[in-house]
Structures are given as structure tokens and as C-alpha cells.
């Protein structure tokens, strides 16, 4: 039997369902809903429920393969690859971008203004591409 990929926790089924939503997320290309990954995972799976979207999407995030974007009107995800990152994020054509450049302070400077010593931290950075500017 094959293997789950990294992306889902351990412990989790790979299912032949699941094997498409995963199929459909490495095609995405930028953000996209539920609804359009759905749309896109039933392509491989006609049967495929939106439930079953869902809930794999929610296990993939638990693993932070997949982040939400808080964006105004619906709810879109995009996908993320391993380590520290932020998202670029164009209001005006959506598309995102990820960077390796960090927009949070550092911990020692934190730790000297607030008291505060961080954990983890996310941002997106909302903005216009260079194509939109």
C-alpha cells in the first residue's frame, strides 16, 4: 500500500479521496476556495463530497501545508511548502507570492519592549504586485 504523503498527519487514512483533493492542491496555482479545489479534486473522483475537501483541507493545515487568507468576500486558502515563510499578497489580480523575508521583529527585541518572548508568529503582507502597479 502506498504511503500518505508528509503533507497529512500520521495516523491518517490515504485515501483514494484524499489522494485527489491532494492531487488537485499541487495543480492549484495561487489561492483558491474550497468550492474550486472541489470543483477540481471531483475531475479525479466524481464522487467526492465537499465535506471530504473540507476535512482534508483542515487536516493539512494542521501540518501548515495549507494556510488560510483572510481576504475580503470568501474564504481562500493557499498552498505552503516546509519552513519559515510569509505570503505577498496583491489586492488587486489575488495572486500570492511567498518570501523568505521575515515582517516580524526580532525576539530580543520583543522580549526587550514588551516583555514578550514568541513562540511562532505568521504574517501576510498585503500590497500590488508589479504586474498591477
Given at each position: 500500500?502506498?504511503?500518505?504523503?508528509?503533507?497529512?498527519?500520521?495516523?491518517?487514512?490515504?485515501?483514494?479521496?484524499?489522494?485527489?483533493?491532494?492531487?488537485?492542491?499541487?495543480?492549484?496555482?495561487?489561492?483558491f476556495?474550497?468550492?474550486?479545489?472541489?470543483?477540481?479534486?471531483?475531475?479525479?473522483?466524481?464522487?467526492?463530497?465537499l465535506?471530504?475537501?473540507?476535512?482534508?483541507?483542515?487536516?493539512?493545515?494542521?501540518?501548515?501545508?495549507?494556510?488560510?487568507?483572510?481576504?475580503?468576500?470568501?474564504?481562500?486558502?493557499?498552498r505552503?511548502?516546509?519552513?519559515?515563510?510569509?505570503?505577498?499578497?496583491?489586492?488587486?489580480?489575488?495572486?500570492?507570492?511567498?518570501?523568505?523575508?521575515?515582517?516580524?521583529?526580532?525576539?530580543?527585541?520583543?522580549?526587550r519592549?514588551?516583555?514578550?518572548?514568541?513562540?511562532?508568529?505568521?504574517?501576510?503582507?498585503?500590497?500590488?504586485c508589479?504586474?498591477?502597479?
Amino acid at each position: 500500500m502506498e504511503m500518505p504523503p508528509p503533507d497529512l498527519p500520521r495516523g491518517v487514512r490515504w485515501t483514494p479521496q484524499r489522494r485527489a483533493v491532494l492531487a488537485a492542491l499541487t495543480e492549484a496555482d495561487g489561492p483558491f476556495t474550497l468550492v474550486e479545489l472541489h470543483k477540481r479534486a471531483r475531475a479525479k473522483a466524481p464522487r467526492l463530497g465537499l465535506a471530504t475537501v473540507y476535512r482534508t483541507v483542515e487536516l493539512l493545515r494542521e501540518t501548515e501545508s495549507v494556510r488560510p487568507l483572510p481576504t475580503e468576500g470568501r474564504s481562500t486558502y493557499v498552498r505552503c511548502h516546509p519552513g519559515h515563510h510569509h505570503h505577498l499578497v496583491c489586492r488587486s489580480c489575488g495572486s500570492v507570492q511567498e518570501t523568505d523575508l521575515c515582517a516580524c521583529p526580532a525576539p530580543a527585541e520583543l522580549k526587550r519592549r514588551h516583555d514578550f518572548v514568541p513562540e511562532s508568529h505568521a504574517a501576510d503582507v498585503y500590497g500590488l504586485c508589479g504586474r498591477c502597479r
